[in-house]
């Protein structure tokens, strides 16, 4: 059994994915070919946005986001403490200042009523100047776009989706990466919507905000490469990785993102009354980039560690440590601040093999192993 079974999705795509690659490696075109144009207006119809701007990876998407709104020294940035680390690394990278935000224990997204308690604090304290909110979208599940856009226009804050694992999930219709202002996502092999290497978009619906993303991308371009108007970076997506993610983006709309539903719901099946289960919130829909149960403590959970280990059944622990947990950010002001249920779900969270290729049996099997520990 996989974790996620990149081998089994290439057998499956086999033909196309090689003729796609080799018309790239025909063509020599390997920066900027058409397939990265041809990607991205697929994904902005997909998602529902205006323009798509791909570029290097996951956390470059996020750097060029804040870039693009001149987020910069004294300015605070507003992010769920439990993440992936690149979601606050590139705030600092910015010059700004992280600030810590509890999660809402149900749906391991950012707490709206946490994040108003860290925006009225950072106020008072009057060092910094709150400017953005970055809301992840964890594990596929779309975070609560409806109050956080509340909070953003109460406090005249920017709303940025770190879409990363959330692509393919959607709230009443609506899909991911194409919450807030800005969107970025990731697609880094493991995700929902992976490449063969390291790649990333940017969504936006505002013209502007695309042309400065164009430039940004290419060291601050103006008319050409060569004419450079601002300090921009290197960040372009492969064209031969734009043609994989184009195979994999028809399974992806086809099947792909149907099967995920059907393992989760052969989990939910399973598990349900046993162990905590996702929970998906009415309207939402989740693209499952993880599937993580709630054990009842750490004992519980290194008991059924070492269980499915001994069964051959892979998982992992997302995440051990929370952002104010890291050693990067010991000296960070909302370090100290205390995230109760950031804490209490890293101690009892465990994430199970999860893909579009897994089976009904492997799911079941997967199962009964739990329900032997609870017993
Ligand atoms: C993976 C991930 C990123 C970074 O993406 P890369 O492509 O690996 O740079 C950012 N945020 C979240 C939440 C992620 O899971």
């Not at 860290?118 to 009057?126: F, S, T």
């Not at 978009?201 to 993303?213: N, S």
């Amino acid at each position: 059994m996989q974790f996620n079974d990149l081998q089994e999705q290439y057998k499956n795509l086999l033909p196309e994915i090689d003729k796609a690659v080799l018309k790239v490696m025909k063509s020599g075109h390997f920066i900027m070919g058409n397939e990265v144009r041809e990607l991205e207006d697929r994904l902005a119809a997909y998602t529902g946005r205006k323009y798509c701007i791909t570029c290097a990876n996951g956390t470059e998407a996020l750097r060029l986001a804040l870039a693009v709104y001149d987020i910069k020294a004294g300015d605070a940035v507003f992010v769920p403490t439990f993440t992936f680390y690149a979601s606050a690394e590139v705030i600092v990278q910015a010059g700004a200042e992280p600030v810590f935000v509890d999660i809402d224990p149900r749906t391991f997204n950012i707490s709206a009523e946490s994040l108003k308690g860290a925006v009225e604090r950072i106020k008072r304290e009057n060092r910094w100047n709150p400017r953005a909110i970055i809301a992840v979208d964890l594990f596929g599940l779309p975070a609560d776009y409806c109050e956080l856009s509340r909070i953003a226009e109460e406090y005249n804050l920017l709303l940025i989706e770190d879409g990363a694992q959330g692509f393919g999930g959607s709230v009443d219709g609506k899909r991911a990466c194409s919450f807030g202002d800005i969107s970025t996502t990731s697609f880094f092999p493991a995700k929902p919507l992976g490449c063969y290497g390291d790649g990333g978009a940017i969504f936006t619906d505002e013209e502007k905000v695309r042309d400065m993303l164009e430039s940004l991308k290419v060291h601050g371009k103006g008319n050409d490469k060569y004419d450079n108007v601002r300090i921009g970076y290197n960040s372009r997506l492969d064209t031969i990785q734009a043609a994989v993610l184009l195979v994999k983006l028809d399974a992806f709309e086809k099947y792909e993102m149907e099967r995920r539903q059907q393992v989760a719901d052969w989990y939910r099946s399973g598990l349900e009354g046993i162990v905590g289960i996702p929970h998906i919130p009415k309207g939402y829909v989740s693209s499952y980039a993880q599937y993580s149960i709630l054990m009842k403590d750490r004992e519980q959970r290194d008991v059924l560690q070492g269980e499915l280990q001994e069964n051959g059944v892979p998982n992992m622990i997302y995440y051990k440590k929370s952002m104010h947990q890291q050693t990067a950010f010991r000296n960070n002001m909302s370090s100290y601040w205390g995230f109760p249920e950031a804490e209490r779900i890293a101690e009892i969270v465990l994430s199970l093999p999860m893909h579009p290729y897994l089976k009904k049996s492997e799911v079941e099997e997967v199962c009964s192993i739990i329900k032997r520990i609870e017993e």
